[in-house]
């Protein structure tokens, strides 16, 4: 299949061209182009072999609505599968390193949110986050206007600063934390999932270093204005001074790598002192969640014209669950043991490198430790039976087979296969059924902690009663080293 992107609006060398050609020009345009590609029609076969049928429906669902639009739709990575729409606003509390930057998802009146695509956000904000994943991975800059060109016309299917859904209920609350390399859109489509059934999801973005690009908003030009005014009291007249910001620059912050600090890229220390910085984000955050329950005025620096009032008494702080990406998943053993208000934990192909023992045991709440079967070795899956081992909390480690490391990511759902396999970003395993287990295996663990039967049935796949999932892990751990 050809391009829907005029290739012209990059401006590239033809040897560059030339290498990328066969890539670029068969590129997935995610689920509303190739519906019919031999890649997705595999993805609805698998599923329906596997009995995930409420995911394969919902796919079916989605191609049938499209087929029945008379207009094209914009490229979009998959709608949310739940009984909810999605809505979506970026908020910004201050503009220090101490403040709070996230993605917030969360349920709307349904709707077909094919037809109201016009009201879409960009999956990539700002084409600096593109060159930003250019630096993560050390390419050169023309790599960043490919991944512009790869990724920056795909959009979330969620509505812009969409009100939220008008109804008495509570919904619990999900903090996501993104891997290294990551930033608060990298798993928009595992966002969405979770919003459309029912949950209110924080996806920050890390100012440790470790996101592939991020930003502040600092004062460009400020000055001090002397007021004179009457003192009523005394009849006389005096000055104070309004200090007054005419404008916000903005400070971007790219990926922060250990070679120019001289030491090794998973040095212990250097890890281990971020996952704590993260840990105090995520806390902060949580903070600031609860303030927007009780109906504090949050001041949102980006401007927008949105209202957090409308969350007031919405959100069910007694509900909250931490999940993470590799990195991410390291942050939510630390970000669970500093603070107890989060009551489980959803380490998503996790890294423990930056962990210690003593810090995994400081966690008394239950944990999902969902693994990608091509990502894991030996030493960091003993780690975490070894360190996360409880004999009265539950922690259930599940392995998903065939998935790599990206198999949470919406990388999967961008990138061809072919691309996607050279860039390590996809496997065999369709990116449909990757996200499908992801889903099903968070909804159940969530509804079974957090007593949410409305949102997910009892579900025995958290026993790895499923064909592609293995209870435990795929290494052998008998073996001598």
Known sequence: MESDIDIKRLVRPSSFYKRIKNITDRRPACINVQTNDDDDVDGFREIEELEAVEYKEADENAKNE?????????????????????????????????????????????????????????????????????????????????????GGDVYTPALWQAPLLQTEQKFPVVVMSHGIGGNRTTYTTYCCELAS??????????????????????????????????????????????????????????????DPLGIQWDDFEYRNKQVKHRAMECRRLLDLLSDIDNGRSIVNSLGFHFSLKQFKGRLDMSKVAFAGHSFGGSTCVATLG?????????????????????????????????????????????????????????????????????????????????????????????????????????LAFLSKHLGLEDIAKTDDILTGNHEMLVLGTTIDLSSQL
């Not at 800059?141 to 060109?149: A, E, T, V």
């Not at 996101?211 to 204005?225: C, E």
């Not at 003192?231 to 971007?252: L, N, P, T, V, Y």
């Open 66 to 150: 499209l087929n029945s639009q008379p207009d094209k739709i914009r490229r979009h990575l998959p709608p949310g599968s739940g009984q909810y729409s999605v809505g979506c606003v970026d908020i910004m509390d201050n503009d220090s390193d101490e403040g709070s930057f996230f993605r917030l998802f969360y349920p709307i009146e349904k709707t077909d949110i094919l037809k109201r695509n016009t009201q879409w956000p960009l999956w990539l904000p700002r084409k600096e986050y593109a060159h930003g994943y250019a630096i993560f991975l050390k390419k050169k800059k023309l790599f960043g206007k490919f991944i512009n060109w790869l």
């Open 197 to 258: 059934h029912g949950f209110i999801v924080a996806a920050p973005e890390h100012r440790d270093g470790s996101a592939s690009m991020t930003y502040l908003l600092k004062d460009n030009i400020s000055r001090t204005v002397f007021e004179t005014i009457k003192d009523h009291e005394f009849g006389k007249r005096r000055q104070h001074s309004i200090h007054r910001s005419q404008s916000f620059k903005e400070e971007w912050r790219c990926f922060e790598h250990t």
């Open 338 to 442: 500093l603070d107890k208000r989060f009551k489980l934990g959803i380490m998503l192909d996790a890294w423990m490198h930056p962990l210690t023992e003593d810090l995994c045991s400081e966690v008394t709440q239950p944990i999902l430790m969902l693994n990608y079967e091509k990502f894991q070795w030996r030493k960091n899956v003993e780690q975490m039976i070894d360190w996360l081992h409880s004999n009265d909390t539950d922690r259930t480690m599940l392995t998903i087979k065939g998935a790599c490391h990206q198999a949470i990511s919406d990388f999967q759902f961008i990138a061809s296969k072919a691309f996607g396999k050279l860039m390590e970003v996809r496997s065999d395993l369709s990116p449909r059924v990757a996200m499908a287990l992801n889903t099903r295996t968070s």
